[in-house]
T-cell receptor, first 109, second 116 residues
């Protein structure tokens, strides 16, 4: 069974810092990996999708990498802003969608 | 605890037929349920938010008359794809929130729909 782990569980940083969120998974037989953002009481917002054949995707200040052989992905957020405060979820798509528990990010002004 | 099931896990149907997908919270009462879909090689996209006893709120671009959502009880939401066409073939996943636990979403395993 696919196990997805996200580290750290929570993170608090001052505005402007660059930060890295980590995701690891146990079964490398995946179709793709996605990073989501979750705001309280809302559905998920998809941030980046990396296909299993890709190593990296970028969108604005976000960059996600994928190392399928080692079962790892990172989400890099540059120049963090208070509006980035949310929970960030990593999800691995094999037969079904498996999510990590998320990293709760707080960016303070 | 906090298990969400979906049925069926896979379905293949002919074009023009309607397909119903069920989403159940097995051990909690779901005040809110979300329906997502994921087309091949694309991101998972939110379709609609469903609150028990009220009409679903659909995301922009999602046809409410084509994707009928019913959230008649605190443990069951259904998504009916009416007059399905091949372009509706997708991976549909639901999630549920138990109000007492805050905003954490619990996800079902998804349903793969293939329309021939």
């Amino acid at each position: 069974k696919q196990e997805v782990t996200q580290i750290p569980a929570a993170l608090s940083v001052p505005e402007g810092e660059n930060l890295v969120l980590n995701c690891s998974f146990t079964d490398s037989a995946i179709y793709n990996l996605q990073w989501f953002r979750q705001d309280p009481g809302k559905g998920l917002t998809s941030l980046l999708l990396i296909q299993s054949s890709q190593r990296e995707q970028t969108s604005g200040r976000l960059n996600a990498s994928l190392d399928k052989s080692s079962g790892r992905s990172t989400l890099y957020i540059a120049a963090s802003q208070p509006g980035d405060s949310a929970t960030y979820l990593c999800a691995v798509n094999g037969y079904a969608l498996n999510f990590g528990k998320g990293t709760s990010l707080l960016v303070t002004p | 605890g906090a298990v969400v099931s979906q049925h069926p896990s896979r379905v293949i149907c002919k074009s023009g037929t309607s397909v119903k997908i069920e989403c159940r919270s097995l051990d909690f009462q779901a005040t809110t349920m979300f329906w997502y879909r994921q087309f091949p090689k694309q991101s998972l996209m939110l379709m609609a938010t469903s609150n028990e006893g009220s009409k679903a709120t659909y995301e922009q671009g999602v046809e409410k008359d084509k994707f009928l959502i019913n959230h008649a009880s605190l443990t069951l939401s259904t998504l009916t794809v009416t007059s399905a066409h091949p372009e509706d073939s997708s991976f549909y996943i639901c999630s549920a929130i138990e109000g007492a636990r805050g905003d954490e979403q619990f996800f079902g395993p998804g349903t793969r729909l293939t329309v021939l």
